[in-house]
């Protein structure tokens, strides 16, 4: 489904604020730390409830969960609420996200449902063969080393874009949930999404030296992502707790 409204520019709001260190070798102060962070490639899918093209995209992915190096995340986006159901999971920083990405990957335009890898490639989510085809031999970018602590995060030393990358934070309920849709384009049906971001924060410019920035608390059930990439493209490194 195509949609061609003019961009959507929104702030992103935290429940609790956090501070971002100053970059150096300075560590987080100690404290106990989640489990280890590992490095994932990023399949991010761009998704909506209401749109009917949108039930086989959201399966396709929903079968690589079982996979310890992929990490997918659904960012439901607000385009198609007019359709008849508001995307009970969507946010306009979702789709702002989504926006971002399509001049690097030569689309004019964002759609539902697009799979982006790493930052670098995407395909037409409901295509398993072509999404399937896009991960065969794909490895997860290390470029970076990410560590998650119970109170911040670390992000060592690299080699650096020119201009920086960007450094986001994501929170998502790992699993499965299942929604009954009542109205719209998928009326009677129930949509799996998978790993649902709750959030997505961008927290600063990673310039290859060490920095570190600590972070609210998470919300019961929920995780840690952290995403390294040049802005509005290629991940150069991601890992979740």
Avoid at 35 to 59: D, H, I, M, Y
Avoid at 152 to 162: K, L, M
Wanted: include cysteine.
């Amino acid at each position: 489904m195509k949609h061609s409204r003019s961009p959507i520019h929104a702030p992103l709001n935290w429940a609790l604020p956090f501070m971002l260190a100053t970059f150096g070798m300075a560590a987080l102060a100690s404290g106990p730390a989640f489990a280890k962070a590992r490095p994932v490639t990023v399949v991010e899918l761009f998704t909506s409830q209401g749109c009917s093209s949108v039930p086989p995209a959201n399966r396709n992915v929903v079968a690589l969960m079982d996979k310890p190096d992929i990490l997918p995340l659904s960012f439901s986006v607000t385009y198609w609420d007019q359709l008849g159901w508001k995307d009970t999971f969507g946010a306009e920083a979702f789709t702002e996200r989504q926006r971002n990405y399509e001049p690097g990957l030569g689309r004019d335009r964002p759609f539902t449902p697009q799979v982006v890898v790493n930052g670098r490639r995407d395909t037409i989510g409901n295509k398993a063969d072509a999404l399937r085809a896009m991960l065969n031999g794909v490895k997860p970018p290390v470029d970076v080393p990410i560590e998650i602590k119970a109170n911040g995060v670390e992000i060592g030393r690299g080699a650096a874009p020119v201009s920086g990358a960007d450094v986001w934070l994501v929170r998502y309920r790992p699993g499965v949930e299942r929604v009954a849709i009542e109205r719209g384009e998928n009326a009677g049906s129930t949509l799996p999404v998978p790993n649902v971001v709750t959030d997505i924060r961008h927290v600063g410019r990673w310039l290859g030296v060490a920095m570190s920035f600590g972070a609210p608390a998470v919300e019961d059930g929920e995780r840690t992502a952290v995403i390294v990439q040049k802005p509005g493209g290629a991940i150069l490194s991601a890992a979740t707790d």
